[in-house]
């Protein structure tokens, strides 16, 4: 699996940096979450967090595929992504250390009905319907969400109709 996971790393860092990401610079733990990320998707056929517990039913575990839809709101506010797999540039550069993060996700009662209230109608005199991305934030105007985010390169099923 040493092969595999250095050549998803490889992957990983290049997705990240062009999209202005930064993976942990701490290559050991970084390999191990990776490690977890190639398992899950051999478990479950989708790479969930490696620190989350996943249900192994894909859309129940939507908003925790990596990278989650939690990434950016964590790295905003703690500087790393709930397992730490992203950091911010000021964790790269060194002035800003990270500890253990609060879980963002809520609880799987209160997720369904999150759902639910945003699958109300909104009536709108577009011409096409808006897909959002749930991890990023990309938006788009389009009959279908593209298959792949241009910005965080998540697959298809990661958007959301946004109006």
Request: charged share 35%.
């Amino acid at each position: 699996m040493s092969d595999e996971v250095d050549a998803f790393y490889e992957k990983l860092d290049k997705d990240a940096k062009s999209a202005g990401y930064h993976l942990n610079p701490d290559i050991d733990f970084t390999k191990a979450l990776i490690k977890g990320l190639l398992t899950n998707e051999k478990r479950y056929g989708y790479q969930a967090c490696p620190c989350r517990l996943a249900t192994g039913k894909k859309s129940d575990d939507l908003d925790i595929i990596c990278p989650c839809d939690y990434r950016d709101s964590d790295l905003d506010e703690y500087g790393t992504c709930y397992c730490g797999l992203y950091v911010s540039k000021d964790v790269v550069d060194g002035k800003k250390q990270f500890g253990s993060i609060p879980e963002r996700r809520p609880p799987k009662e209160k997720r369904g009905k999150m759902e639910q209230k945003k699958t109300g109608n909104v009536f709108t005199n577009l011409s096409k319907p808006v897909w959002r991305c749930k991890v990023c934030g990309y938006l788009c105007a389009r009959d279908e969400p593209p298959e792949v985010c241009p910005i965080c390169k998540v697959t298809k099923d990661r958007f959301e109709r946004f109006m």
